[in-house]
């Protein structure tokens, strides 16, 4: 999911204020490190986007997957290119990947990488005054009850013990994705906001400010 004030991305600018975290690095060290490691989450939120076409035509997901990789370092080597390769073909045996063929074949996808226009807090002079604009990685009807979840896609380093720092992190961007779902369709409840943690194989719910985290 990215996110960023409607102006500054309009003019092709990042906002600050909702940078990425650092993405998990590949085997690689100096200044290109942070560079490979955005063009791995790229690449990795691609291969979870194109989850279907890996089970019809692996090959081709691959090559996507590949495409995205190279679209953010086109001098990557060979050895860097695999690396990614590998790191999206590992992702087909985790729960992760189980539970969005859970929910493609039960129909309960809503929506991928959905563009939003979020508007701004007018009495918080630290927001945009035009808003924000994203893109939100999945919107889900939950199978058992039914209620709408966002689910945001993390490849960052973390462990165990990181969990409730990444929840902090995100939970205002997250916040903010509920709500221009809520308002857009018109619901009764904020949608559940999840995010899915690549390195752990988890997927952690993002409470309500003040309770405690949960995760599957």
């Excluded at 904020?190 to 949960?214: F, N, Q, S, Y």
């Amino acid at each position: 999911m990215r996110l960023g004030a409607a102006s500054s991305l309009a003019a092709g600018e990042a906002d600050p204020g909702f940078e990425p975290a650092q993405e998990s690095r590949l085997s690689v060290e100096g200044d290109r490190g942070p560079e490979l490691a955005r063009a791995r989450g790229v690449a990795l939120h691609r291969a979870l986007e194109l989850h279907e076409l890996a089970d019809s035509d692996l090959d081709a997901w691959r090559e996507r997957v590949r495409e995205a990789f190279l679209g953010e370092v086109p001098n990557a080597d060979d050895g860097e290119v695999d690396a990614v390769i590998g790191a999206a073909d590992a992702l087909r045996s985790t729960l992760l990947w189980k539970q969005l063929s859970r929910l493609e074949s039960g129909l309960s996808v809503v929506a991928r990488e959905l563009p939003l226009l979020v508007r701004s807090d007018r009495d918080d002079p630290t927001q945009p005054t035009d808003g924000y604009v994203g893109t939100l990685d999945l919107l889900y009807r939950d199978p058992d009850t039914g209620r709408l979840v966002v689910g945001d896609f993390k490849s960052d380093a973390v462990g165990e013990d990181g969990v409730a720092t990444k929840i902090d992190q995100y939970r205002p961007q997250l916040a903010l994705y509920g709500l221009a779902v809520r308002e857009a369709m018109n619901l009764s409840e904020p949608p559940r906001l999840e995010l899915w943690l690549l390195a752990l194989d988890r997927i952690v719910e993002i409470p309500a400010a003040g309770a405690g985290a949960d995760s599957e």
